[in-house]
């Protein structure tokens, strides 16, 4: 049973505003695939299977056409519906415990379908306990009350009711929410089961380890809109949406090695409501964020991208018109962004550089995509410092060109070297010395403001300083603003310098060992907040390490440098759990403290 | 670091003595001449008059009053330091910054330039100068000056290459700071205790070298110096003078001499590493 979703828009209407739910979303479930709705809570995920279903509550308005098979479902009312339920689709609800009725027992609701629809009631109650048994519910288990079961072993039982009638369609509705670790695995192969028996499947789910695992198409909601359709084996290694990667940067994967990092900012519903606006023509639009207040005139609705807001690559282009699903070159994901996809930020091609007969790098590619944390990994002189100087544009390759957001950076800088140097911002080695002994704290963080002379109110300037400073958890104490470098410790230095890299809000930070000066507790603090930034600026990190230990906990992709040569290239658990060059093996192992062991000592005695 | 320098340097004795008394002579040389009732130039009195209440130091052998023309002696040998030690530190620093910043043969030529002026005896070519052309003494500043601009240029030029390569001056450069701002704002101000060691050295020098010039009678004998005091005062060596006439500007050139020393020896320990270690 094949269902074709077309343009389905779905709005709440409740009292005097509307929540858009479902912004013209396209979808097809095909017998024998499965095919996840992943999102982040509010993105419209389970009004597209209740939408299905027919159970949308009555303040919903529908658009848009649903197909099973040939029929439109929108078009059936509750009595074509009531057959459909249950026999060709099914669906099984989260929250486990409240879909039950507390007064009967496990096996008399599960048996409940059959009952209705004239199976004898000793015959459906022995089906009901065979499809609970089956689900790894023993007979006394099925005998029990919904308050007397887990929430495990009510979802399966709920998993067995919706499959009691064996429907080519299953909806399903965060099935391994509540389950532990053991019984979730048990469910995924319950799912790939029904599979194999040539079911459609919806899988609407938060877990994208599951959804990486069992789906074969994916498509990813934001708001109501489909941002991404792809293919599961892609989700978690090869997004093609700024969405999508955040998503799983965001998702605690076991092989997930880097510590987690949310999305910026939030997502909100879309408030739609009217008003009139200067022309005497009435507005219907939505606002991503709940308006200001109720305005009256003046604004043309919002446009552009949805998720320009949250997004780290978002250029002036994006916050116009409408964006269309498109499909990516490699054409088998379809994205809706402006720029493609996650764009690049950086990309290198053959870039060489050597000082006098030393050569510091040889012919080497590289690309940096947008918002990613991309970690050089290598011992002392292996070229690390020198390829990430020239990313940074503070040195010159010998040969080869280099792309900073798709522009050729030379050409660039001879052009506007001051307005390249303001998108990129730089941390150095050694904090102490990165900042002039003569400046006051004040001084060196609004130093490149001054150089680019962005802000020519000086309160103004002062307010870009005192945010800079406190977004690195700094005071803005005027006594502190007048302190110098030296009566700072190592570690608030390097905060001012991070406040100093970000304050002209830079596309591409480049962190040259930022924290190789501070001691380990003061180094974890000041990671974690480099880190927190790098999610909410939206900012390419460029993470410069000796330490692969450190690489591990910041990276989303780690290169291994030796010898002016990049190694091995990878996403970071690839590289930390299953490095495939040998020198990869050899920096963990010594990273690990386990170094080779000497041959024993062939003792006299 | 710079505070701290500030700090030491208001209570380090060397300083403090050396303060005092560059002080105490520039009050003499600015205000002495206002005060003094006797014009300098006035040769009305009786020459050779010994000490007395109405000519402290008496009058010498022209009919001028000793004092009022030690004090007039200073302010001019002064002027003459001043001129010639603000010209060659200007000279000095502005081509020493230029040579670090532009650097490649921009660099090379000047500083091959300053290899070929240190190498000309600024003595010689100053004695010269006053024997054939008789010029006024403010030549005689700026020739000093042009020849003497190379020491401060390549101090300077040493300390900006320094400053150049270091993090926090690259760091505004990767900023995207312009060379005139890197300059003016960060290289400029570093170099400052620079200025002041090469000031007073250079102060010190010329001092030194307008009394020589003047004492070997190669200036004009109609203008007022403690050189040509000291001169004048030596062809009476015979008489009873060298109390009130001889000693006067001796004293005077000594004090300026030691007080612009004292300074410099302060200025560079504090203000230079390697000397302060050595110390």
């Avoid at chain 1, 496990?106 to 199976?119: M, S």
């Avoid at chain 1, 060059?581 to 403290?593: F, V």
């Avoid at chain 2, 206002?34 to 007395?52: A, E, G, K, R």
Wanted: glycine share 8%.
């Amino acid at each position: 049973m094949r269902i074709t979703i077309k343009k389905l828009t779905v709005q709440y209407t409740e009292d005097d505003h509307s929540l858009l739910a479902l912004d013209r979303v396209n979808l097809t479930l095909a017998p024998g695939r499965i095919t996840a709705l992943v999102g982040e809570s509010g993105s419209g995920k389970t009004t597209l299977g209740k939408a299905i279903m027919g159970l949308l509550p009555d303040n919903a308005k529908v658009k848009g056409e649903i197909f099973l098979d040939q029929d439109n479902l929108l078009a059936f009312d509750e009595a074509r519906m009531t057959p459909i339920r249950w026999a060709k689709a099914a669906m099984v609800f989260q929250n486990g415990a409240a879909n039950l009725n507390p007064v009967h027992r496990l096996k008399h609701q599960v048996a409940e379908p059959l009952i209705q629809r004239g199976t004898p009631k000793k015959q459906a109650l022995e089906l009901a306990e065979t499809r609970l048994k089956a689900m790894g519910l023993a007979r006394e288990l099925a005998d029990r009350y919904p308050h007397e079961l887990s929430g495990g072993q009510v979802q399966r039982g709920l998993l067995a009711m919706g499959l009691i009638l064996d429907p080519p369609l299953l909806i399903l509705d965060e099935p391994t929410a509540a389950l532990d670790a053991v019984t979730k695995s048990f469910v995924a192969d319950v799912i790939q089961q029904c599979r194999a028996q040539n079911k459609s499947i919806l899988l609407i789910t938060h877990d994208l380890d599951l959804a990486g695992a069992l789906a074969d198409d994916i498509a990813v909601l934001y708001l109501g809109q489909v941002m991404e359709h792809l293919p599961g084996r892609d989700l978690l290694e090869h997004p093609a949406h700024p969405y999508t990667l955040a998503l799983a940067r965001a998702f605690p994967t076991m092989d997930a090695v880097r510590d987690l990092g949310g999305i910026r900012g939030d997502a909100f519903y879309r408030m739609v409501h009217a008003h009139a606006a200067d022309n005497g023509h009435t507005h219907v639009h939505t606002h991503v964020a709940a308006p200001d207040a109720f305005h009256q005139g003046g604004h043309a609705p919002p446009e552009g991208c949805l998720f320009q807001p949250r997004c780290t690559q978002a250029i002036p282009a994006c916050s116009l018109g409408s964006v269309a699903m498109e499909i990516t070159p490699e054409g088998d994901h379809r994205v809706r962004c402006l720029r493609g996809g996650i764009a690049q930020a950086l990309h290198f091609e053959q870039v060489t550089k050597s000082y006098g007969k030393i050569t510091a790098l040889y012919p080497t590619d590289l690309t940096l995509m947008a918002g990613e944390v991309f970690c050089l990994v290598g011992e002392t002189g292996s070229g690390k410092t020198t390829l990430a100087m020239i990313a940074a544009g503070a040195v010159s390759p010998d040969q080869g060109t280099r792309f900073f957001q798709g522009r050729d950076m030379d050409l660039w800088m001879k052009k506007d070297a001051a307005a390249l140097a303001s998108r990129i911002g730089i941390i150095y080695q050694n904090p102490a010395e990165s900042v002039s002994h003569r400046l006051t704290v004040f001084e060196i963080v609004a130093e490149p403001l001054r150089i680019h002379n962005t802000v020519r109110d000086e309160s103004a300037l002062a307010d870009r300083v005192k945010a800079a400073l406190s977004d690195v958890h700094l005071s803005c104490a005027p006594e502190f603003l007048k302190r110098y470098p030296h009566e700072l410790n190592m570690g608030a230095i390097q905060r001012v310098c991070l406040a100093r890299a970000l304050v002209h809000e830079p596309d591409l930070l480049v962190a040259d060992e930022p924290t190789s000066a501070l001691d380990p507790s003061v180094q974890a603090k000041v990671l974690k907040m480099l880190l927190t930034l790098q999610i909410e600026k939206g900012v390419t990190l460029l993470f410069v390490t000796h330490n692969i230990g450190l690489a591990r906990k910041v990276a989303d992709r780690i290169g291994v440098m030796s010898g002016g040569r990049i190694i091995e290239t990878g996403p970071a658990a690839r590289i930390i759990n299953h490095p495939a060059h040998e020198y990869t093996r050899t920096l963990i192992r010594s990273a690990q403290g386990l170094i080779r062991p000497r041959a024993p000592v062939s003792s006299s005695v | 670091m710079h505070l701290d320098a500030g700090q030491k340097i208001r209570t380090d004795p060397w300083f403090l003595t050396g303060a005092a008394l560059l002080g105490l002579l520039f009050c003499l040389a600015v205000f002495g001449p206002v005060l003094m009732p006797w014009d300098p130039y006035d040769t009305s009195f009786i020459p050779l008059d010994p000490p007395s209440a109405r000519h402290w130091l008496g009058i010498n052998d022209g009919g001028m009053d000793i004092f009022a023309e030690l004090l007039s002696g200073l302010r001019h040998t002064l002027i003459f330091g001043l001129t010639a030690a603000s010209a060659g530190l200007v000279l000095g620093s502005v081509t020493g910054l230029f040579a670090a910043w532009q650097g490649g043969w921009v660099d090379q030529i000047l500083m091959r330039l300053a290899d070929i002026v240190l190498a000309i005896p600024s003595v010689m070519i100053l004695i010269l100068l006053a024997a054939f052309f008789q010029p006024p003494p403010w030549v005689l500043a700026l020739t000093l000056a042009a020849l003497t601009w190379p020491t401060t240029a390549r101090g300077i030029r040493a300390q900006a290459l320094t400053l150049k390569h270091g993090l926090h001056i690259q760091a505004a450069r990767h900023m995207g700071g312009s060379s005139r701002y890197i300059i003016f704002r960060h290289l400029m101000p570093e170099l400052f205790p620079l200025y002041l060691i090469n000031f007073a050295a250079k102060l010190r020098m010329a001092v030194f070298m307008e009394a020589s010039l003047a004492f070997l009678g190669l200036f004009d004998p109609s203008l007022k110096s403690l050189g040509l005091m000291i001169s004048f005062a030596l062809k009476y060596y015979y008489m009873d003078i060298w109390a009130h006439w001889l000693m006067p500007p001796v004293l005077l050139l000594s004090f300026l001499i030691m007080g612009t020393t004292f300074v410099t020896i302060s200025l560079e320990r504090v203000f230079d590493p390697r000397l302060k270690s050595a110390l």
